[in-house]
Nanobody
Framework: QVQLVESGGGLVQAGGSLRLSCAVS????????MGWFRQAPGKEREVVAA????????YYADSVKGRFVISRDNAKNTVDLQLNSLKPEDTAVYYC?????????????????WGQGTQVTVSS
């Protein structure tokens, strides 16, 4: 099992930036995928971005391509999400999640370990 703790959320104006960080502890494996998801009020949770822990291959949802950047630091055991050019529709609770043993970036059911979430609010 993997423990995940997110940090870095907050309130920002439209066009601004935030950096989210996910600290990873517990059993870690070289071959797994880390993802960032978000859930806005009244909407289903959706994948935002994901990265393979060993090779750094990335995936982005169309809605955030060119604005968000996911990265990992193997030495520090962290996965960060840089949020740029933020829009009010990016307002949501953002979750870090681990997909151990799965092969998909965007199949939520493959992610078994989740953080508690961090709130991102973008004002217009």
């Amino acid at each position: 099992q993997v423990q995940l703790v997110e940090s870095g959320g907050g309130l920002v104006q439209a066009g601004g930036s935030l950096r989210l960080s996910c600290a990873v502890s517990g059993r870690t494996f070289s071959t797994y995928i880390m993802g960032w998801f978000r859930q806005a009020p009244g909407k289903e949770r959706e994948v935002v971005a994901a990265i393979t822990w060993n090779t750094g291959r990335t995936y982005y949802a169309d809605s955030v391509k060119g604005r968000f950047v996911i990265s990992r630091d193997n030495a520090k055991n962290t996965v960060d999400l840089q949020l740029n050019s933020l829009k009010p529709e990016d307002t949501a609770v953002y979750y870090c999640a681990a997909n151990i043993g799965g092969v998909s970036f965007n199949r939520e059911y493959e992610y078994r370990d989740w953080g508690q979430g961090t709130q991102v609010t973008v004002s217009s």
